[in-house]
């Protein structure tokens, strides 16, 4: 079975640029997560949708970031404009449950992003 | 505030067992997760715990207590590609957030 889908793998830009990071979960899980992972923050999740509809964005950093799920098998992440201060690698996680089931989330290869 | 606690590097040979140790305090409590994150690669789940007590899976082991808030992930049996980080991860009272730790970081050595 595919897993979660992620693209680009990498993504290497100039500040001020737009940045869009795509995920596919894996068919059939209702929850999708976006994660931002940096050696001195670690793995910070950043917003979380059920059925589509975003649940959580409290962790999303500020209003250059956005998230979208406009249906169950795609999700995009959008900075606009982006700063060097981005640079990380994003994971897209999805889920048959809700966070604190026991349902473990299955992670995308994630996309390394250079903001330079 | 809400805060996870776990060694930052922890290293060990093969064959032998290791204990990574994960203390938290948080709003409530409602289930922790033990992942393995290998260098350059996405978490894998390894272990849930939700009641008190051990969870085995094979090699590996966690453990809870809620009263303490604290678990531990026991690995028997150390192989090289052991070599990863483990993260801790708790989820709230409501079941709605995840907090992650820094994850220990563990080298197996032959």
């Known amino acids: 079975d595919a897993g979660v889908i992620q693209s680009p793998r990498h993504e290497v830009t100039e500040m001020g640029q737009e940045v869009t990071l795509r995920c596919k979960p894996i068919?059939?899980?209702?929850?999708l997560f976006w994660y931002r992972q940096t050696m001195m923050r670690g793995l910070e999740l950043l917003i979380y949708f059920n059925n589509n509809v975003p649940i959580d964005d409290s962790g999303m950093p500020e209003d250059r970031f956005s998230a979208k799920m406009p249906n169950a098998s795609f999700s995009t992440l959008k900075i606009q404009p982006s700063e060097p201060r981005d640079s990380a690698v994003y994971f897209c996680?999805?889920?048959?449950?809700?966070?604190?089931?026991?349902?473990?989330?299955?992670f995308g290869d994630g996309t390394r992003l250079s903001i330079l | 505030g809400q805060n996870i606690d776990q060694p930052t590097e922890m290293t060990a040979t093969e064959g032998a067992i290791v204990q990574i140790n994960c203390t938290y305090q948080t709003s409530g409590f409602n289930g922790l997760f033990w992942y393995q994150q290998h260098a350059g690669e996405a978490p894998t789940f390894l272990s849930y715990n939700v009641l008190d007590g051990l969870e085995e899976k094979g090699r590996f082991s966690s453990f809870l207590s809620r009263s303490k808030g604290y678990s531990y992930l026991l690995l028997k049996e150390l192989q090289m590609k052991d070599s990863a980080s483990y993260l801790c991860?708790?989820?709230?009272?409501?079941?709605?957030?995840?907090?992650f730790g820094k994850g220990t970081t563990l080298s197996v050595s032959s």
């Open positions: 996680a999805s889920s048959l449950g809700y966070p604190g089931s026991n349902q473990p989330q299955h």
């Open positions: 991860v708790v989820c709230n009272q409501a079941g709605t957030a995840l907090i």
């Open positions: 068919s059939g899980h209702d929850y």
